[in-house]
T-cell receptor, first 111, second 113 residues
Framework: QKEVEQDPGPLSVPEGAIVSLNCTYS??????FMWYRQYSRKGPELLMY????GNKEDGRFTAQVDKSSKYISLFIRDSQPSDSATYLC???????????FGSGTRLSIRP | AAGVIQSPRHLIKEKRETATLKCYPI?????VYWYQQGPGQDPQFLIS???????DKGSIPDRFSAQQFSDYHSELNMSSLELGDSALYFC????????????FGSGTQLSVL
């Protein structure tokens, strides 16, 4: 079993829709949770970084962590075609340890 | 702002050849991480260095080796290349072990024929 599982894509939604991306993880020892965005042939770019359960909001993006169910989510409001990319959830044991990535969800926003 | 620089951007090799990938971290960053991303796969952690010393090791094959130099740039050396080594290799850097401030390069696309 992989340490982090991510909903498979591809996911296609119309412009302006709310997008929900999800991951589950297996080990409750993971404490740090991230969402990365990756455009084709580019390196991952950090979108959201959270520690502990709860919500964190940054503009149109909201990251949600539920440690009791080992479930993390990323919500994108008012989605734009420029949001079309692969979104990778990621976890780590500490702020200083290696990052373990999910397999990614390819998202396409239709104009 | 300066970013993580990787070279070359593309590399084509044949089986059993060797390859060297280079990574130049963001200025003043002292920690470098290497990741391998196969087609349609998630990035897999290979190895990391902090202050020129290996700090963590992941799923790096014995055929691969890496080091970090005094100017903090890093090189990933790959020998006896196999078809399965074809992937996008990313380098990331941070100041100290701080994955909140981790920045990735654009990667080196290695194709083994």
């Amino acid at each position: 079993q992989k340490e982090v599982e991510q909903d498979p894509g591809p996911l296609s939604v119309p412009e302006g829709a709310i997008v929900s991306l999800n991951c589950t993880y297996s080990n409750s020892a993971f404490q740090y949770f991230m969402w990365y965005r990756q455009y084709s042939r580019k390196g991952p770019e950090l979108l959201m970084y959270t520690y502990s359960s709860g919500n964190k909001e940054d503009g149109r993006f909201t990251a949600q962590v539920d440690k009791s169910s080992k479930y993390i989510s990323l919500f994108i409001r008012d989605s734009q075609p420029s949001d079309s990319a692969t979104y990778l959830c990621a976890i780590s044991y500490s702020s200083a340890s290696k990052i373990i990535f999910g397999s990614g969800t390819r998202l396409s926003i239709r104009p | 702002a300066a970013g993580v620089i990787q070279s070359p951007r593309h590399l084509i090799k044949e089986k059993r050849e060797t390859a060297t990938l280079k990574c130049y971290p963001i200025p003043r960053h002292d920690t470098v991480y290497w990741y391998q991303q196969g087609p349609g796969q998630d990035p897999q952690f290979l190895i990391s260095f902090y202050e020129k010393m290996q700090s963590d090791k992941g799923s790096i094959p014995d055929r691969f080796s890496a080091q970090q130099f005094s100017d903090y740039h890093s090189e990933l050396n790959m020998s006896s290349l196999e078809l399965g080594d074809s992937a996008l290799y990313f380098c990331a850097s941070s100041l100290g072990h701080n994955n909140e401030k981790l920045f990735f390069g654009s990667g080196t696309q290695l194709s083994v024929l």
